[in-house]
Structure formats: C-alpha cells, structure tokens
C-alpha cells in the first residue's frame, strides 16, 4: 500500500528563518511520482514540484529546495530566508505509474506559520 | 500552462436542494478528473476518480447517489451533491491529469454552505 506521512502538524518560525518540512513515503512500486503543493488561505492548490522515482538530484528553487532521498525514501523541502507570505498549509503527495495507482495519496499537511 | 477551471467558487444552498459544481480543463484534454472533499484543516479526501464516457470510480464509503459524477466531455466534468445536508458542508476540488507527464493541474476549489 502506499502511504505518505508528513510528521509535522504545525510549524511556526520567525521571518528569515530556514525551515524543514518532512515527507517520508512508502510505495512498492519501482516507478512513482512525488509532488509537494502550497495550499494558502484562500484554498487553491499551488504545484510546487514533481519529482520521478529515477531522478534523485535535489533541487533549488529560488528560496525553496527539496531533497530526495530514496535510501530513506524522503522527500523533505526546505524554505530558506523565510517570509510572512510562505504561511501555508504545504502537502505531500505521492502517485505510482498505473492503474489504480496514479491517484494521489496525501499526506495530511504541514501548517506553517511565518511570524514578522 | 495547464488550467483547471471550477465553478462556482462558493455557493450555500437550503438542506435538501441539490448543487452542480462545474470543473474545466481550459487548455488540454483531461481524461481523468479527480474530485476531493477538504474538511477545514484537514488533508484532501479522495472521492471519486472521473473518466471520460464511462462511470466514475468512488472510493469506499462515498455514495454514489449523493455525489453524481458525470464527465461527458474531454474537458467537463461535475459534481452534484443531492438533496444536500449541513454535514455535506465542505470544500470540494477537483483535480485533473494534464499530459503524459503525470502532472496534475487543481481547480480553485468550490466551498459549499448548506443551512
């Protein structure tokens, strides 16, 4: 089965901080697809990334980064500088290939709180 | 890029009345359409997998009679929740595939009051 899990409920930081969001994974299948999304406020669903089970390199995105790990099959995303604006709901999600498995399965969600 | 359009965006309805939520792909042909259910703070809920010209698939526990699904068209597929409850209440979103590349494109969402 799989399953994402995102440890963290609730994070609150101070503006300029670096923080960590973390996504741990558990699938079966060789070929799969891991995503984070922003979920502000307002509700829209904001694409983050998506990364395939092949290619491990990390990556940057101006203050965001994530990191793929599949030794520990993790796919944690750091906020670097931190801003007000960053306050979010961020999930994790992950789908397989095939079939029934290209569905997404979330992780419950991280709520970050960016204080000025 | 890929834009799923959903509407309404809010709507209250009177307890027993039935509501349609619209959800577009503007700009590619979805196949597969997704639609979610959030409670506040909560993760998305899957609750049915909509395919073109055929029935959708629910989850378990979701009835099928309460949310129709109907997804006539490459780029249209609803929602209707029927004779509607103050439990039904909630943000619905949906979702749908954009491309070979498993990228996933979701509609602003639709947050339904039922008083």
């Known amino acids: 089965a799989q399953k994402v899990t995102q440890a963290q409920t609730e994070i609150s930081v101070v503006e300029k901080e670096d923080v960590t969001l973390d996504c741990v994974y558990e699938?079966?299948?060789?070929?799969?697809?891991l995503f984070w999304y922003k979920q502000p406020p307002s509700g829209e669903l904001v694409f983050l990334i998506r990364r395939n089970s092949f290619d491990e390199q990390n990556e940057i995105s101006g203050r965001y980064s994530w990191n793929f790990q599949k030794s520990t099959s993790s796919f944690n995303f750091t906020i670097t500088a931190s801003q007000v604006v960053d306050s979010a709901v961020y999930f994790c999600a992950l789908s397989g290939n095939a079939g029934n498995n290209r569905k997404l399965i979330w992780g419950l969600g991280t709520s970050l709180a960016v204080n000025p | 890029g890929a834009v799923v359009s959903q509407h309404p965006s809010r709507v209250i309805c009177k307890s027993g009345t039935s509501v349609k939520i619209e959800c577009r792909s503007l700009?590619?042909?979805?196949?597969?359409m997704f639609w979610y259910r959030q409670f506040p703070k909560k993760s998305l809920m899957l609750m049915a997998t909509?395919?073109?010209?055929?029935?959708?698939?629910?989850e378990q526990g979701v009835e099928k009679d309460k949310f129709l699904i109907n997804h006539a068209s490459l780029t249209l597929s609803t929602l209707t929740v029927t004779s509607a409850h103050p439990e039904e209440s909630s943000l619905y979103i949906c979702?749908?595939?954009?491309?070979?590349?498993?990228?996933?494109?979701f509609g602003s969402g639709t947050r339904l009051t039922v008083v």
């Open positions: 909509s395919n073109e010209g055929s029935k959708a698939t629910y």
């Open positions: 699938t079966r299948d060789t070929t799969y697809y």
């Open positions: 700009d590619f042909q979805a196949t597969t």
């Open positions: 979702s749908a595939r954009s491309g070979p590349t498993y990228g996933y494109t």
